[in-house]
C-alpha cells in the first residue's frame, strides 16, 4: 500500500541498516544517478567506480575496495564471500538476501560495461593507492606556455589548452613488471621516504650501475651508507614495485636526448600524429614545464592517419593494407616519398596502387623537366658561359623563379610540404616547360653554341636547375642527389652538405615589375593563341610557323608595353614566322584593349630551324640568314 510520495533529496543523511552485515549505510546524492536509467536509486561503492569515487570525496566516504588484485573478494567481506571470484558474488548475496527474508524481487538487466580492447574481458574498477603528479600546481604555467609554442595545424593550440584546462592530476603509476621503477623505499609503517639524499643516491646508482640496480639491489642497499629512519626501527625498508606510466618514459625524452646529450633543450619540433595531444605532446610539456618552466618543445607538427583508397581504417581483417617496403621495391623511396608531401597531413590521408600511380606520373613529369635542362647544360661551364645580363622573357621567367622560391620556403617554414610541391610543380608545368622552355628550345637547338641569347638561356636554366635541385632535395632525396651529381654547378659532395642561399640575380631583379608584365604577357599570347587556333581549325595554317600575326592597340600604355619588345623577340615567344605591331585606329569596345590578325606567311621554311623567312633572306640548301651562318661558321 502506498503510503507517502516524497523527493530523493529528502532522504539525504538518512541512514539505513544492512541487511547481513552490522552497519550503517547512509542515502547519499549524486548527479550521476539518473531518473531515466533504472529506479534512480543506485547502489554506491566509492571503491569500484569513478562516479562513486568522487561523489564519496563529497561526503567523506572511504574508498573500500574489497577486492584484490587478481578479482577474489578479500576477508572484509565476511566468509561467505572471501576468496571467491567477484563473478561468483551475485549468486551468493541474493542467496544471503533470500535467508534474511529482504529480497524482494530478482531480475536481468543488461547494461554496458567496460571492456579490455585487448583480451575482450570485462573490467572492474578498483581504488588503490597511487602516485600522481599534481597538475594543478603548474596549471597555470602550462596554460601560458601553450600559448608560447608554434601549433601546426593551428587548432592544436586549442586541444592541447582544453585537455590541460580541464586534465585531473596524472596517475603515473603502473602495476606492470616490466619498465622504469618508481624510485620510493618505504619505511616498516609503510610512510614513503621523501629526502633528497635518498633520491640523489639512487639517481647515482642508476647512473654507475645501470636501471637493473634497482632489481639487483635490497631495499637497504638501495639506500646511502649508514642511513637510518625512526620509522623503521629495526632498519626494515621495501622497495616500491610499481613502474612508471609509460607516458611519464616518453615525456622525459626531452630532459634525456637534448638537455643532456645535445645541450639543444628545448626542441625545435616535436612531430606526431593526431593522438598525440593526449599522450606524448601532453606528457612532454607536463614534465619539461614542471622541470625547467617552459615547455620542451618550440613547435608542434600533427597528423592525421592513412586511410585505404575507400577513406576506411587499415586493418588485416579487411586485407586492405598496403606494405611501403613492397611500394618502394615497385616504385621507389621517393615516389613514396613524394605521395605524402603531396598530401595534406593535417587529415587523414587516403593511399592504393592508383594513388601512388598518380604520385608515380608526378614524378615522371618533374623527373623529365630535370632531364631536359640538364642535357642543355652538357657544354655550359659556370666559370667561363654565365651572364648577368638577360632578356625580358628571361627575366619574367627569373621573376617567376624567385616568387617559387619564396613561396616554397614559407611554406617550409610553416611545415606545409604538399605547398612546397604544388609551387614547384606549378612553376615547372605551366610557366617553364608549357611556355619558356618552349621558346628556348629554338635558341637552345638552333643558335650559335656560344651565342649571347642561348648562353643567357642557359644560365637561366642553370639558376632554376641550382635553386630548385635544393628546395626538393628533402621531399625527394634520392633524385636529388642524382640530379646534383650530373649538374654542372655541383660544388659539394652531396646536395644535402649544400645550404641553401637565393641566387644573386634574384636579389638584384626588379621581380613585382616583371611578374606585372608576365601577367600582361600572357593575356596577349592568350589572344593570339586563340586565334591561331581559329586559323587551325579552318585548316588555313598548320603549324603555328606558318602564320603571321599583326598585333594591334589604341590604348597608349598597352601599345608602349608591346612595342617595347622587339617583333623579333615576339616571334619567339609565341612561336610564329612573322609579327606585325601597329596602333589600331577603330574604336575597341572598353573591354578589349589588343586586336589580333592571323595570316598565312608567305616564306620559304628554313628545312634547319623550321621557321619560315622572306624569300630573300634564304640561302643555299633552302637555310635561313641564322641558320646558314651558324653551319658556316662552324
Not at 642535357?375 to 659556370?382: A, M, P, Q, V, Y
Not at 617554414?413 to 610541391?421: D, I
Not at 588555313?540 to 590604348?555: C, H, P, R, W
Request: aromatic residues 10%; glycine residues 4%.
Amino acid at each position: 500500500m502506498l503510503k507517502k510520495e516524497f523527493k530523493g533529496a529528502e532522504l539525504e543523511g538518512i541512514t539505513t541498516k544492512h541487511p547481513f552485515y552490522d552497519r550503517l549505510s547512509p542515502i547519499i546524492l549524486g548527479e550521476h544517478v539518473t531518473e531515466d536509467s533504472g529506479t534512480g536509486c543506485v547502489h554506491t561503492a566509492p571503491g569500484h567506480g569513478d562516479d562513486d569515487f568522487n561523489v564519496g570525496i563529497l561526503y567523506h566516504l572511504p574508498p573500500y575496495c574489497p577486492v584484490d588484485e587478481k578479482g577474489y573478494y578479500t576477508e572484509d567481506v565476511g566468509p561467505d564471500l572471501a576468496h571467491h571470484f567477484y563473478e561468483e558474488g551475485n549468486a551468493i548475496v541474493i542467496e544471503k538476501l533470500k535467508q534474511c527474508h529482504a529480497l524482494l524481487k530478482v531480475s536481468q538487466f543488461v547494461h554496458s560495461y567496460p571492456h579490455d580492447w585487448r583480451t575482450k574481458k570485462p573490467l572492474i574498477y578498483r581504488a588503490t593507492p597511487q602516485w600522481f603528479a599534481s597538475i594543478d600546481k603548474i596549471r597555470d604555467v602550462l596554460l601560458d606556455e601553450i600559448k608560447n609554442v608554434k601549433w601546426y595545424p593551428s587548432w592544436g593550440e586549442v586541444r592541447m589548452h582544453n585537455m590541460i584546462k580541464d586534465r585531473m592530476d596524472w596517475c603515473i603509476s603502473r602495476q606492470r613488471n616490466w619498465g622504469v621503477p618508481i624510485p620510493v623505499i618505504y619505511n616498516e609503517d609503510h610512510s614513503p621516504i621523501i629526502e633528497k639524499e635518498v633520491f640523489d643516491h639512487i639517481v647515482k646508482l642508476f647512473y654507475e650501475k645501470g636501471p637493473n640496480v634497482w632489481h639487483d639491489l635490497s631495499a637497504k642497499e638501495l639506500l646511502p651508507d649508514n642511513y637510518h629512519n625512526p620509522l623503521s626501527p629495526n632498519d626494515g625498508f621495501i622497495k616500491e614495485t610499481d613502474i612508471m606510466d609509460v607516458w611519464f618514459d616518453s615525456g622525459s625524452s626531452s630532459l634525456a636526448v637534448f638537455e643532456k646529450a645535445y645541450h639543444t633543450y628545448p626542441a625545435d619540433l616535436y612531430l606526431e600524429g593526431f593522438d598525440q595531444y593526449r599522450g606524448w605532446f601532453n606528457s612532454s610539456l607536463i614534465i619539461g614545464t614542471a622541470i625547467n618552466g617552459h615547455a620542451p618543445y618550440k613547435n608542434v607538427v600533427s597528423h592525421g592517419f592513412i586511410l585505404d583508397g575507400e577513406g576506411r581504417k587499415m586493418s588485416k581483417s579487411l586485407k586492405n593494407t598496403l606494405d611501403p617496403n613492397l611500394l618502394i621495391q615497385k616504385y621507389g623511396a621517393d615516389i613514396l616519398r613524394l605521395w605524402v608531401a603531396s598530401s595534406n597531413y593535417q587529415e587523414d590521408i587516403r593511399i592504393s596502387e592508383n594513388i601512388i600511380q598518380q604520385a608515380a606520373e608526378m614524378y615522371k613529369n618533374i623527373r623529365n623537366k630535370f632531364k631536359f635542362m640538364l642535357g642543355n647544360l652538357s657544354d655550359f661551364n659556370d666559370n667561363q658561359n654565365h651572364v648577368k645580363t638577360f632578356t625580358f622573357l628571361d627575366s619574367c621567367i627569373l621573376a617567376l623563379l624567385n616568387k617559387c622560391i619564396d613561396q616554397c620556403m614559407d611554406a617550409y617554414r610553416q611545415y606545409q610540404f604538399n605547398t612546397v610541391l604544388t609551387s614547384i610543380v606549378n612553376f615547372l608545368t605551366i610557366h617553364l616547360s608549357g611556355f619558356y622552355l618552349d621558346v628556348a628550345k629554338d635558341i637552345l637547338y638552333c643558335d650559335a653554341k656560344d651565342s649571347l641569347r642561348r648562353r643567357q638561356v642557359q644560365t637561366v636554366i642553370y639558376h632554376i636547375v641550382e635553386s630548385l635541385v635544393l628546395l626538393l632535395a628533402p621531399i625527394i632525396p634520392h633524385t636529388a642527389e642524382e640530379i646534383y651529381d650530373h649538374f654542372v654547378g655541383k660544388k659539394k659532395e652531396s646536395v644535402h652538405l649544400e645550404k641553401y642561399k637565393k641566387v644573386a640575380v634574384l636579389q638584384t631583379l626588379d621581380c613585382e615589375k616583371y611578374l606585372k608584365d608576365y601577367e600582361q604577357l600572357l593575356m596577349i599570347r592568350s589572344d593570339v593563341l586563340k586565334a591561331l587556333e581559329e586559323k587551325r581549325s579552318l585548316k588555313e595554317i598548320g603549324s603555328s610557323l606558318d602564320a603571321a600575326v599583326t598585333i594591334s592597340s589604341n590604348n597608349p600604355e598597352m601599345l608602349q608595353f608591346i612595342k617595347a619588345i622587339d617583333e623579333k623577340t615576339w616571334q619567339q615567344i609565341l612561336i610564329v614566322s612573322k609579327v606585325n605591331i601597329t596602333e589600331n585606329t577603330q574604336n575597341l569596345d572598353q573591354y578589349t584593349t589588343i586586336s589580333v590578325r592571323v595570316a598565312v606567311y608567305d616564306g620559304v621554311k628554313c628545312e634547319r630551324c623550321w621557321n619560315k623567312v622572306d624569300r630573300s633572306e634564304i640561302h643555299e640548301g633552302n637555310l635561313c640568314d641564322r641558320c646558314y651562318h651558324v653551319l658556316k661558321d662552324e
